[in-house]
């Protein structure tokens, strides 16, 4: 049981860390180089099916941590804790701060005709994205050490 909670976690982790990566690394500045209308209708069409996928990816893994944590020994119990807990700051900045923002973008019925009040969000979107893919690195890190400890 020990080792399957393991490979859950690291595997969880690794995904979660994988994805965050993609999209920053390619995702991100293909959204920045576009204009505002096209970005806003791209961003609509590549949010569709991260929910509920991610978020199940992401809390699944922080679960297998925690179960890990408490059932997988000494070596495992400290690295496994950490993980979990990066893993559940990713969760926090995903559904405090990037979901709004998706919600304001998803909310806009014509990309040609803005609001006037509106904002452009990529550059806070991706400060939080950035720092959800520094989290979910982490907690890679974190799982990899636990599983080389086995």
């Known amino acids: 049981m020990t080792a399957a909670l393991g490979l859950l976690a690291l595997l969880g982790s690794g995904v979660t860390a994988g994805v965050l990566f993609a999209v920053a690394l390619s995702v991100l500045p293909a959204l920045f180089a576009m204009p505002t209308s096209t970005y806003v209708y791209a961003h ?5 099916n991260w929910d509920p996928t ?4 992401v809390l699944g893994s922080t679960l297998a941590d925690v179960l ?3 059932f997988g020994g000494g070596v495992h119990r400290a690295p496994a ?3 979990a807990v990066l893993l559940l700051g990713v ?9 709004p923002i998706n919600r304001r973008v998803k909310a806009v019925a ?6 006037a009040d509106w904002t452009d969000p990529r550059p806070l979107w991706r400060r939080w994205h950035l720092l959800r893919t520094a989290l979910a690195a982490a907690a890679l890190v974190m799982n990899s050490y636990a599983a080389l400890r086995s």
């Open 44 to 48: 609509q069409l590549l949010g569709r």
């Open 54 to 57: 991610m978020p199940a990816i």
């Open 68 to 70: 890990w944590a408490v």
């Open 81 to 83: 804790a950490v993980a």
């Open 91 to 99: 969760s926090a900045v995903s559904h405090l701060c990037n979901v």
């Open 110 to 115: 014509d990309p040609q005709r803005l609001p």
